[in-house]
């Protein structure tokens, strides 16, 4: 299983904007194979936070969903990012 996990940061005045415009790629996420779950969402506590969540069956199922990454409208309103990536092994 493949767990993402982090926040990006963006001006607080267009968090709400971003996330609205993110409605769409979260539904189609859900929807993808693979995909256990995936949720972006505003930080209660810092207003330029998003934090983002996903689970994922296989690395490969991720890529295949992703792939070019955002649209360069998102990618131009992201003012920071620390997203990582974890695999974990079956026991």
Partial sequence: MII?????TVN??????????CAEVVRVAR???GCI??????????P???NV???WTTEQQMHDFRGSG???????AIIAADV????????
């Fill in 70 to 76: 955002p649209d360069p409208e998102q990618t131009a």
């Fill in 48 to 50: 330029a936070r998003i």
């Fill in 37 to 46: 779950d995936f949720a972006l969402g505003a930080d209660l506590v810092e």
């Fill in 12 to 21: 607080p005045t267009d968090r709400q904007h971003f996330l609205d415009d």
């Fill in 31 to 33: 929807a993808a194979p």
């Fill in 84 to 91: 990582r990536e974890f695999t974990l092994l079956d026991a």
């Fill in 53 to 55: 969540y996903e689970r």
């Fill in 4 to 8: 993402v996990a982090g926040y990006l």
